[in-house]
């Protein structure tokens, strides 16, 4: 609907293309999760409780694999600018249709969103509609029993990860049917 409008009312003549964009925070605090053991034995991880922290600003296409992350030390309206502003210089040629959340700060008044994107805010209380959520649990099943001593370590480690996404591996984890079967009829 969002890409005939686009194109038959607006008379936008660019690529339409749908993403999902969302934030996530990675810490310096331990991850625990399932560690493989013998029966009936209690597994045991070193773990650390260090409480400083980096967010990551994320928008996947999930018909394509495309995406776009990018690291920010807030989680704020100014953050949130400047990451629009970089998704539209990356893809300044198509037109952004970018499924998120309701966070205030994608809401605040003073946001300027770019012309080549349109924001598509999903229902309040929902994010498991949002497929980017799940490339956030695939990157912290990862992170599970990781040490990192610094925040620069946990950026290089978070840089060598997300170099080793595939935009393959990102459509097999965000390709849900209802999706790929939803932007087949648009014709996106």
Known sequence: MLAWFSLNVLGIKRRVRFFCQDETRFGLKTVSGRKITAKGVKPIGKVQWQFKATYLYGIVEPQTGASFFYEFSHLNTDCFQIFLNLVAAQFPEDW????L????????K???VPDNIVLLF???HCPELNPIEQVWQYLKRRFRWHLPKTLEELRQWMTQKLQALSPETIASITGRASILEALSVARI
């Open 101 to 108: 959340d309701n966070g205030a700060f994608h809401k605040a």
């Open 110 to 112: 003073r946001l300027q």
């Open 96 to 99: 952004l249709i970018v499924q």
């Open 122 to 124: 999903q229902p309040p």
